[in-house]
Nanobody, 119 residues
């Protein structure tokens, strides 16, 4: 059983910054990839940023240059620094972690963090 706890959400002014974190706990043997998704009102969930175990990253075109994903492997935690936020960044942000337990593979989701950007 793997649990994810997200933290750091809140109202942000346009152009402001915010840092979200997602901590995984449980009998985790290894983590392969940690991903942030978001879902805006009335829209489908979309990938925002992803970081692999070796440190390589992927970003959605809409956030490149503004968002930075990083991870602390010792704490099984992924971070997302959001700078120069725009009103269209308003969404519920979810983290997803995929990895391996002693009993097999897992894929777990965080509870979601509301991040509104005031207009």
């Amino acid at each position: 059983q793997v649990q994810l706890v997200e933290s750091g959400g809140g109202l942000v002014q346009p152009g402001g910054s915010l840092r979200l974190s997602c901590a995984a706990s449980g009998s985790i043997f290894s983590i392969n990839v940690m991903t942030w998704y978001r879902q805006a009102p009335g829209k489908q969930r979309e990938l925002v940023a992803r970081i692999f175990s070796g440190g390589s990253t992927n970003y959605a075109d809409s956030v490149k240059g503004r968002f930075t994903i990083s991870r602390d492997n010792a704490k099984n935690t992924v971070f997302r620094q959001m700078n120069s936020r725009k009103p269209e960044d308003t969404a519920v942000y979810y983290c997803n972690v995929e990895g391996r337990l002693a009993t097999g593979m897992f894929s777990s989701w965080g509870q979601g963090t509301q991040v509104p950007v005031s207009s």
